[in-house]
Every structure is written in C-alpha cells, then in structure tokens.
C-alpha cells in the first residue's frame, strides 16, 4: 500500500469509527487509522464543521432551540457509543476497591447510577454549552464549536501516542498502534493553527478540550494503572464538554 493509500485508509477508518458519517470501509482501513494518530484531529474538524451546522441559525432561531440543534447535530454526527465510556467511568469513579475491582466495573454491562448520573451531567453541560454558543457572533460559536471537537479529538491521538493500556481491548490496539512520535505532527500543526487564530475563542476551545480530556487520563492512570477503550470514550465527550464551555468564556472575556 502506497502512503496516500495509507492515508485515505486511515481517514476512512478513522471516519467510520469516530463519527456516524455513511463511509464505505475496506480491508485494512482499521489497522491503517489505529497507526496513524495524526487522523484523530482532522476527523475532528470534519465532525466540528458539521455539527456546528445548527449554529448558522444563530441570527434566525432562538438561543435554546439553536441550543438543541447543536446538541443533536453532535450526537447525530459522533455516535453515542463514546457516552458509553462516560457511563463506565461514572460507575467506576463510584465504586469501592482496588485497581481491579475497577478494571471490572469497566467491563460490566450493568448500568449503575454513577453512569446514570455521569452521562446525564455531561450531556447537560453539552447542552448548556450549547446554549452558550447560540448567544455568541456566529463566526466565534462556530469556530469554538470546530476548536473544541478537533481538541478533544487531538487528545485522544495523544492518549494512543503515550498512553499506557490497563487491560486488553480497543484501548490497547491505539496504543499498540502508535507510538510517541507519531503524536509530533499532529500537536504542531492542531497548536500552530490556534496560535495563528489567537485570540479567537476557537483557539482557546482547542487548548481548553486538549486539556479536558486529560482528566480522564490521569484518573485511569493513577486508579486502574493505565487506560482502555471506556477511557478514551470519555476523554473525547469531556473534552468536548471543556473546550465548548472555556471557548464561550474566552469570548466573554476577551
């Protein structure tokens, strides 16, 4: 396979897996994007660019229901399955026990009220985010709303780069796949474009989801000994959450 082939490999299975975007996949697409980390922020532009659609109705629509339409359209675009890593880890951050008794509430399929409570705080604060943006100029609430899904994707490049598997599954094929320079492209070129655009609030989301999903990865780190699947799930909805609320601040206060 050639290195352009490599690439849109990579991209449509990075497309697939990341986003609810109808594309076609072939053999070899998953190996090439869990290989390829710089993927993780340019499906995040793409997911941005179409979930802020709603947000063009600013001028048209009122606040909340702009809110809502931003709401859907993420969820329409990504998938819900990322709310599932949101769910385990609200059922582990309440459990009792070790590292392994974690580990293990991770991997039951029971839904126990820290999931219950975690998934409904984030798809508030999503929603009330939402909201935020719907109330700034259309250029900045659109420009955070692609800040904050290519930062928090851009995070998860940085979890497979550098991250440290607590057990076998998704998690662990990221992180085999990828190494730690593999991450260098895409932070100087995720970071220069939020240099150029400072200080837009765009710029200010990217850092602020790059920042949040970290969150995530340092509590697996230090109470299951590394990340899995359910974690990167979660770094990507609370990034998102993060970069879209620190975008709507930096504009109030800049």
Request: one cysteine or more; a negative charge; glycine letters at 16%.
């Amino acid at each position: 396979m050639t290195v352009i082939g490599r690439w849109v490999g990579a991209v449509r299975g990075g497309l697939g897996f990341l986003t609810r975007l109808p594309v076609r996949h072939r053999e070899g697409d998953w190996d090439a994007f869990r290989s390829t980390p710089a993927v993780f922020p340019l499906v995040g532009l793409v997911a941005g660019m179409l979930a802020a659609i709603p947000l063009l109705a600013i001028d048209r629509l009122g606040a909340p229901t702009v809110a809502v339409g931003y709401l859907l359209s993420v969820y329409a675009v990504t998938g819900i399955h990322h709310l599932d890593g949101i769910g385990d880890l609200g059922d582990a951050l309440v459990v009792h026990g070790d590292a392994e008794r974690r580990r293990e509430v991770l991997k039951d399929t029971t839904t126990g009220v820290g999931a219950l409570l975690a998934v409904s705080i984030t798809v508030a604060a999503l929603a009330l985010g939402g909201l935020g943006l719907a109330e700034l100029p259309l250029f900045a609430a659109v420009g955070v709303a692609i800040g904050a899904e290519v930062g928090t994707k851009l995070g998860m490049a940085g979890m497979a780069a550098y991250g440290t598997a607590a057990s076998d599954g998704m998690g662990e094929q990221f992180i085999d796949g990828s190494t730690p320079g593999s991450f260098f492209f895409p932070l100087v070129v995720a970071l220069s474009a939020a240099t150029f655009a400072w200080p837009h609030p765009g710029a200010v989301a990217l850092c602020g989801a790059l920042a949040g999903g970290g969150l995530p990865w340092h509590w697996a780190n230090r109470n299951l000994g590394g990340i899995n699947g359910d974690i990167f799930g979660a770094a990507n909805e609370v990034g998102r959450v993060a970069g879209v609320h620190l975008g709507v601040i930096a504009w109030t206060l800049l």
